[in-house]
């Protein structure tokens, strides 16, 4: 069943087993898991179906540099969905040695392996429509796949690891269908919780205020509360929440909103690789499923330990878009259209260049040499990804002279100054919006930088090419772009110790009973990957705990255990 909470009636009661906050990829993923039991669940959206101007502005807030951080309300999506709705798909699992304590990341080590989180995965690939889970090249492709660059072998980096695409799937309209036939989902659509309203021994939650921007006020009450919004809004909710702990709920120890981590992600340099054009495959393959899948750059857990470094990933990129000295048609038609292109890639079709009249006509230029070219990448852009329903990932551009960059993603170390916090203004429901100061540090400089120098020695030990790229311009451009679009991770972090942690490895706020987070926010530790599959293991890992500790389900809900799968 959905409803609206702008429909419902002033100071109406709304009650449940279960209240989950949020209708994103952990919320949804968490809902379906209880179709068929007899487990009365309570899903609260603050948005709509679609995105809404007043509404999304409840996201907006303040960055202490705008340089390092987009606007809050970017990457966010506060609609049905969450950020599903607008996600590019990307997934893939952490990595063994991400939830390691490694004594050369400060602050590292998650409560439990990754061994916990692998009964999870593999559904969670099934929800977001990504095939199997099978994340390496060999075995997913089958043989059919070549090395990103032929010869290449290296005791440091692999290429036989790859990422995964979803459709991408927005979970609202793949799943919605699904919680609305429901007899046992309510999702309550407008119903924006503004407060958690603990007992007044602040052991447990006796309700959750919920506005509405009509004027309504609600309240929810259930045995079981889920916070499962994004890394941002779990601070927001947390910190604002203070008549009983005058701190902010789980911030006794002032860890709630610290370390605040995203990605640090770019491209930098110029590889010139060695040999004909066929030498390279830097693009996509297609399982046996029909999933786009990529090879890249993985820096070795072994090489981590060793070189005492950060997780790493990159893949071969095309040379810098703005510079009109490429010479391609492709690359200078994405720089003439870039008021059509998605805000995240049209941010990095700027850089330093400035606009110029002169550039301009360069472009043009360059689309006049060889306009068949061009003309044939837009018709697969529009065929293979506006049309397509499984849309082709991102922008490929093969180099007829074998000159590429490299795109990297790397972990961010855990920095306990970089942190979100109240601002001194609130939105039109009375909740103080956010303060973000995103901070990298030392660290990560020293990291990438060492990283990027295995990688050019391995180039050049191999004779494959010359990874051509300034050690003293590092860090400048990691951070070109700032912290990495909507990867909002570790603001209420998971740990067995609460003088260090925010919640319990079940997700259960330290010291409150029945108040649990799914969400990226629980990440001690960033990893190389996007955060969404993990999130959604998580979640699913959660739903089963609070399976044991609630109503135990209906005889014939056997087939509702396991993540149901598409209809």
Sequence with gaps: MILDASNLPDGAVLEADLCIVGAGAAGISMALQFIGTKIDVLLLEAGALAEEPATQSLYAGTVADERLHSPLDRYRQRRFGGSTTIWGGRCMPFDDIDFEARDWVPHSGWPFGRDTLLPFYPAANQLCEAGEFIYTADEALRGRSR????????????????????????????????????????????????????????????????????????????????????????????????????????????????????????????????????????????????????????????????????????????????????????????????????????????????????????????????????????????????????????????????????????????????????????????????????????????????????????????????FDYSPQGVEFEMTRYGAYGGHHIGTARMGNDPASSVVNPEGRIHGVDNLFVASSATFPTSSQANPTLTVIALALRLAQHLKSKLVAPSPTAGAHDATPLPA
């Design 147 to 466: 090395p990103i660059v032929a010869g290449f072998d290296s005791p440091y980096f692999s290429d036989n690891t790859l990422e995964r695409f979803s459709c991408p799937t927005d979970f609202a309209a793949r799943y919605g269908h699904r919680l609305a036939a429901a007899g046992n989902i309510r999702v309550v659509l407008h119903a924006n919780v503004t407060a958690v309203r603990l007992r007044a021994d602040g052991d447990r939650v006796a309700c959750m205020d919920v506005r509405t921007l009509t004027g309504k006020h609600l309240l929810t009450k259930a045995t079981q509360f889920v916070l499962a919004a994004g890394g941002l809004e779990i601070a927001r909710l947390l910190l604002a929440s203070r008549d009983v702990q005058p701190r902010g709920i789980g911030n006794e120890h002032d860890l709630v909103g610290r370390f605040y981590m995203c990605h640090i992600a770019g491209s930098i340099g110029a590889i010139q690789i060695k040999g004909p054009v066929t030498a390279v495959h830097h693009g996509y393959d297609i399982s046996d499923e029909g999933i786009y899948c990529r090879r890249r750059f993985a820096l070795r857990a072994a090489a981590q330990r060793q070189q005492r470094l950060g997780n790493f990933v990159a893949r071969l990129h095309h040379p810098r878009i703005t510079d009109p000295a490429h010479r391609n048609a492709v690359l200078s038609l994405l720089y003439l259209a870039k008021p059509l292109i998605p805000y995240e890639y049209r941010k990095r079709l700027h850089g330093e260049q400035t606009s110029t009249a002169r550039a301009w006509v360069e472009h043009v230029r360059n689309v006049a040499t060889d306009p068949f070219e061009a003309v044939a990448f837009a018709w697969h852009m529009l065929r293979d990804r506006k049309l397509a329903e499984r849309k082709f990932p991102t922008i490929i551009v093969r180099s007829k002279v074998n000159l590429y960059s490299l795109d990297f993603h790397a972990e961010q170390l855990p920095n306990a100054a970089s942190r979100v916090t109240l601002g001194d203004d609130s939105d039109a429901l009375g909740v103080p919006r956010l303060h973000v100061d995103w901070r990298y540090g030392a660290g990560d400089v020293d990291s990438m930088q060492r990283t990027l120098a295995l990688m050019a020695s391995d180039f050049q030990r191999l004779k494959l090419g010359l």
